[in-house]
């Protein structure tokens, strides 16, 4: 069983007025697969019908609700609330990493604070988020890619290509860093270095699940290499030879 004591412990902050309740569930495992939530919590006016979707989800994903009138009509006070919360929490050094749920640049400089602090942030938010916020985080994850990967298939075969636009010269960049002089590379070093090329950077943007899967797409390009006398068996991928 892993030890649950050396994971980062991370704070969920949750902006409810532009966040999607029924997306919850998968926002949870993904930051579960970083480190153990020891902090869950949602910000918005509770005496307005737009929190109704996020009632359900309170008690079952235990978040504690976090009231915030609106004290102007047409004036957020949401982010504010949320911000300060942050920053106490940031000073009391009970947590490691933050998620923050949102898709509002207003909390770019809150990232960026945070990541002055040496703590990891993880963003969750629409494709329309700012590009600023997107950047301020060690990693942004798209609600879009939480709903499941879009798949497009060629008229000719039923390989499987990625939906959006080809990242080849992204995965390209990455390796150079991430290879130096060796000729093979780790796959998790290029997933480490490509999302700090890209935050946003995700398999799943492309119509995959995992980097391995979206290197095979390039086999021109890239090749892999499984090490299975390793436990557990480790994956490399090198520059297919010309």
């Known amino acids: 069983m ?13 902006d409810g007025d532009n966040a999607q309740a029924t997306l919850l569930p998968k926002i949870l495992a993904e930051v579960s697969k970083m480190g153990l939530i020891t902090i869950k919590r949602i910000y918005g006016d509770w005496t307005t019908t737009n929190m109704n979707s996020w009632k359900g989800s309170l008690h079952k994903h235990a978040i504690q609700p976090v009231q915030q009138f609106r004290y102007t009509v047409g004036k957020n006070s949401t982010d504010s609330a949320m911000i300060i919360d942050a920053m106490d929490l940031l000073h009391g050094g009970d947590v490691e990493g933050f998620c923050i749920v949102a898709s509002d640049s207003d909390y770019t400089r809150l990232a960026t604070r945070i990541r002055e602090e040496g703590l990891c942030v993880v963003g969750v938010g629409e494709k329309k988020t700012p590009e600023a916020f997107v950047n301020a985080c060690n990693q942004f994850i798209y609600c879009e890619n939480l709903s499941g990967p879009k798949v497009v298939k060629t008229r000719v075969a039923t390989r499987e290509r990625p939906a959006a636009s080809a990242p080849l010269n992204l995965l390209l960049e990455g390796f150079n860093l991430a290879s130096k002089e060796d000729e093979w590379t780790h ?18 943007s492309y119509g995959q699940q995992k980097l391995q899967s979206l290197i095979k797409q390039y086999p021109e390009t890239f090749t892999l290499k499984r090490d299975t006398s390793r436990k557990p068996p480790v994956v490399y991928v090198a520059l297919t030879a010309s």
């Open 187 to 204: 796959l998790s070093s290029l997933g480490l270095v490509l999302r700090q090329l890209d935050p946003a950077f995700d398999p799943r």
């Open 2 to 14: 892993e030890d649950r004591s050396e994971q980062l412990k991370f704070a969920v902050l949750i």
